[in-house]
């Protein structure tokens, strides 16, 4: 099994950049791909970003093409999303999840492990 934990989320302006980190437990983390999903209030899970396992190929959702970027350093067994030009859209708690897989997925269920969430809020 593999523990998650998000941190990074807090309130910032539109515009302003934000670097979400997830730290992940675990001697194998290379075999495992990484995905970034959100949920706002009422709403689904949504993905976001995705990275194979040793880091040779991204997903984005379209929402945030141009504007996030997944990276992974397997030494520190962590996963980021750096997001930039925020908007207020972007406010939902975002997750971090880890895929039994070195292939990306972009669906919730393709997912097998999950952390706690962390919040970002972007005010206009």
């Known amino acids: 099994q593999v523990q998650l934990v998000e941190s990074g989320g807090g309130l910032v302006q539109a515009g302003g950049s934000l670097r979400l980190s997830c730290a992940a437990s675990?001697?194998?983390?290379?075999?495992?791909?990484m995905g970034w999903f959100r949920q706002a209030p009422g709403k689904e899970r949504e993905f976001v970003a995705a990275i194979t396992g040793r880091g040779e190929s991204t997903s984005y959702a379209e929402s945030v093409k141009g504007r996030f970027t997944i990276s992974r350093d397997n030494a520190k067994n962590t996963v980021y999303l750096q997001m930039s030009s925020l908007k207020p859209d972007d406010t939902a708690v975002y997750y971090c999840?880890?895929?039994?897989?070195?292939?990306?997925?972009?669906?919730?269920?393709?997912?097998?492990?999950w952390g706690q969430g962390t919040q970002v809020t972007v005010s206009s």
């Open positions: 675990g001697r194998t983390f290379g075999n495992y791909a």
């Open positions: 999840a880890a895929r039994r897989s070195w292939y990306i997925g972009t669906n919730v269920g393709q997912y097998d492990y």
